[in-house]
């Protein structure tokens, strides 16, 4: 692992180098890594650098709320753009190229609002980690010509934590969160209905406490990722939770027994 005072001396020259001429546009999501970047750019260029937001039905509002509180916190100058993904035909359809359609819908908004801010620049929060799990949207965005610092500085998810961490950030040891639609299986059709039963959901569980906690929907069927830890006092909550989630929906509610993992809708039979 890097030194922290050598992630940041490296992250300053880069985002000085990234300001030169014009502002820059931040990927904002309010996860540690876009967290993180947003409050050291602030630190390290001030008002040369923007925050956007794109709210949209693949984030919780309550990831939405999170964020802004987070923005306020630090301070930084945050745009908040209304964002429905769910307008574009190749999203909703749901292929296995979904993620990379997804990010070049956004690149080329959040070009859009770079350009109407006279931003030169647009970056990410994406890292070194990202590119161990199946990511087509990074190349996606690395096409678009968006940058990533941290990658760029080879700055991991563990060295971002502890740099936020060393910060005093709030979402130092915040959880990894997906969009939504990660957690609907290829070729099921996205609808605004569907994402709001499992943001529901998904919700309900972290209110009681779950957390991490997924909510994957396979037709009429909920599959709840917890950690191993967490799976005896979810047994308990059995009634409360299968009652909650027939108010949102979804008939059949079961306990994945390998617990939460990040990308489990990617993995194949001979994954074990």
Known sequence: MQSSDACLDRLYQILHG???????????????????LCDIAWECIGKKMIALLLAGPFISQHEVDQAISFARERAFPLLVREYD????????????KRCAFCKQHMA???????HEHGCSNVIDGVCVSDTAEYRPG????????????????????SEIRNLAQRRGLSLWDKSSSACLASRIPYGTPLTKDLLQSVERA?????????????????????RIEVTPEQFQRLIEMRKEIVSFFRDCGILHVTLDMLGYRSGSMDETIEEK
């Open 85 to 96: 993904i769910l307008s574009f035909p190749d999203i909703t359809e749901n292929t296995k």
């Open 18 to 36: 990234y300001e030169k001429d014009k502002k820059v546009l931040i990927a904002y999501s309010g996860g540690v890594d876009s967290g993180l």
């Open 138 to 157: 990074i190349e996606v965005s690395t096409k678009a010509g968006i940058k990533h610092p941290f990658l760029e500085c080879d700055i991991t998810k």
């Open 108 to 114: 080329d908004l959040l070009w859009q609002v770079a």
């Open 202 to 222: 998904e919700c309900y569980l972290h209110e009681c406490g779950f957390s991490p906690a997924r909510v994957r929907i396979h037709g009429d069927i909920a």
